[in-house]
């Protein structure tokens, strides 16, 4: 068990430190919109200052579609261990082609890729409490983006599904609220996760704790037991929680399926809404054709919730 454990930290360290954000789309197709629907045309805005949390500029990433009306809004949220990534590796596609933002927003809907404060400079946190900023400002700007103020959704790959995971399940009695806009609700509606640790009290070996995760949450993580929960999504599993779906690879070693089962099997027996979809073989994150489908059934689940479409 022990050797286990030691291989299993040294993949999640080596791993973490060169996991894309985003895995590329590869040889699949865009997917297409459910129902069949044209996409629409879209406009991108870079650089959106959303706050300034402890002098530092806080940018997001925004697509919409180029024709007015109030959209669903879906705050985006990228990869990287808390330690690295960027809101570009979502709002950048490759040469030619369109950016995740982009494909998404065709579908109807204002996507914001939002960039948050990176560990170990600016430890949890920090974190969440910039994305819950983001939501407050997008909906403070609603009219000005063409969003719907009362339709938002979370989504984010890895450390950005936890924190998608987080802004859907935690409520202000966590205490995470900093920023501007403290008059609106960082309330989403639903939340689809890729992939995101939910109880980071499994990760419980000396080497994932030094090397992984003091850096992020400090070194009262070693030996304070409520450090851990009070950050892991699992702490928050209520009949309130909004709808769920999440994406899990079965060969997963940086953030094992466990994760995803507990957190599923914790929300449907409080009575919540949650559906776990599980990838036979893969591991943290995929490309191509699986990751063009993942999408797609994303997409149904967000029509669902988001616009009252009946999922087929």
Request: aromatic share 8%; glycine share 10%.
């Amino acid at each position: 068990m022990t050797r286990l454990r030691s291989v299993l930290a040294a993949g999640l360290l080596v791993l973490t430190a060169t996991l894309p954000a985003l895995p590329a789309r590869g040889d699949g197709p865009a997917p297409a919109a459910p129902g069949g629907a044209a996409p629409l045309a879209v406009k991108t805005e870079k650089d959106v200052v959303y706050d300034t949390i402890d002098k530092q500029e806080l940018k997001l990433d925004i697509c919409a579609p180029k024709e007015s009306g109030a959209y669903p809004c879906i705050v985006l949220l990228h990869g990287g261990a808390w330690i690295g990534g960027s809101r570009k590796d979502l709002s950048v596609g490759p040469k030619g082609g369109a950016s995740l933002i982009e494909e998404v927003a065709a579908k109807g809907y204002v996507v914001a890729s939002v960039g948050y404060r990176l560990a170990p400079k600016h430890r949890f946190p920090a974190q969440i409490q910039d994305v819950r900023a983001a939501v407050r400002f997008l909906r403070a700007n609603a009219k000005t983006y063409g969003i719907d103020r009362d339709k938002f959704a979370a989504a984010g790959f890895s450390a950005g599904g936890h924190l998608a995971l987080l802004l859907g399940l935690a409520d202000k009695v966590a205490g995470w609220d900093a920023g501007s806009n403290l008059d609106q609700s960082s309330k989403v509606q639903c939340v689809v996760d890729f992939f995101g640790p939910t109880d980071l009290s499994l990760y419980n070996t000396e080497a994932i704790l030094d090397g992984y995760l003091v850096p992020v949450f400090g070194k009262d993580a070693k030996t304070d037991k409520d450090v851990f929960k009070k950050a892991s999504p699992v702490t928050y599993a209520s009949k309130a929680a909004p709808p769920v779906l999440i994406f899990h690879g079965t060969f997963d070693v940086v953030v094992p399926v466990v994760h995803s089962e507990s957190l599923h099997k914790k929300l449907t027996d409080c009575g919540a809404s949650c559906q776990l979809v599980t990838l036979f073989g893969e591991g943290h994150g995929w490309t191509g054709r699986t990751f063009a489908k993942s999408l797609t059934q994303a997409l149904t689940f967000l029509d669902t919730h988001l616009k009252g479409k009946e999922q087929k």
